[in-house]
């Protein structure tokens, strides 16, 4: 019995690898055409994480990902109920989302809360602290935040060159700032939708 449920947690872990911070479908940011200014992270920043995971993806999900530096909270524990401290990455970053959090889930937030911090210019310099929002689009068409994360590194030219995030049901990672799952969006600092151009990372600063 309790091998099939490590199967199963296994299972679960790896089917919301990807959509752990994904649940919201709420999060749109208004449609707008960006004006490119600079970067605001290092593109050249290492990106070892990501193709660590990759890597481990490839091999069909065998053996362990990557170590993170807190561990895994899966939605369920050992004995299939719902895991009251589970938590993910909008939470890690913000706290609880503004309408609130599920009961059953307190520390699992639906959207970013953004209250009381501003977002920066596409040129401004980051500094240790500041938040960043991924955005890219659902399956319903909409434009939505994807993750969240903390800067925790930043070089000479106020470029980010460390985010530390939580990786839906996984665990919290160090990561460059485009090192992350294809799924939480692109790459590249922008991204094209219906005709109109995205932030792809959008940095965010306490009031």
């Known amino acids: 019995m309790k091998k099939i449920s490590r199967i199963i947690l296994f299972v679960l872990t790896v089917s919301f690898f990807f959509t752990g911070c994904q649940k919201d479908e709420t999060a749109q940011r208004k449609s707008k055409t960006i004006v490119l200014m600079g970067m605001e992270d290092d593109p050249d920043a290492e990106t070892p994480l990501k193709d660590a995971f990759e890597a481990w993806a490839e091999n069909g999900y065998q053996g362990n990902p990557p170590d993170p530096i807190s561990p ?123 005709g109109t151009t995205y932030e792809s990372r959008v940095y965010y600063r306490a009031d």
């Open 72 to 194: 895994a909270t899966p939605l369920l524990d050992a004995n299939g109920q719902p895991n009251s401290d589970a938590y993910n990455c909008h939470y890690y970053a913000w706290g609880e989302s503004a309408n609130g959090n599920d009961p059953t889930y307190p520390s699992w937030s639906q959207t970013p809360n953004t209250s009381g911090y501003h977002s920066l210019d596409y040129s401004a310099s980051n500094q240790v602290g500041d938040r960043i929002v991924y955005y890219g689009v659902n399956a319903q068409g909409d434009v939505y935040a994807t993750h969240s994360g903390i800067v925790t590194g930043v070089d000479s030219n106020g470029m980010a060159t460390e985010i530390t995030s939580k990786w839906g049901q996984m665990g919290v990672y160090e990561h460059a700032p485009v090192d992350v799952p294809a799924s939480y969006g692109s790459s590249s600092p922008t991204f094209e939708h219906n």
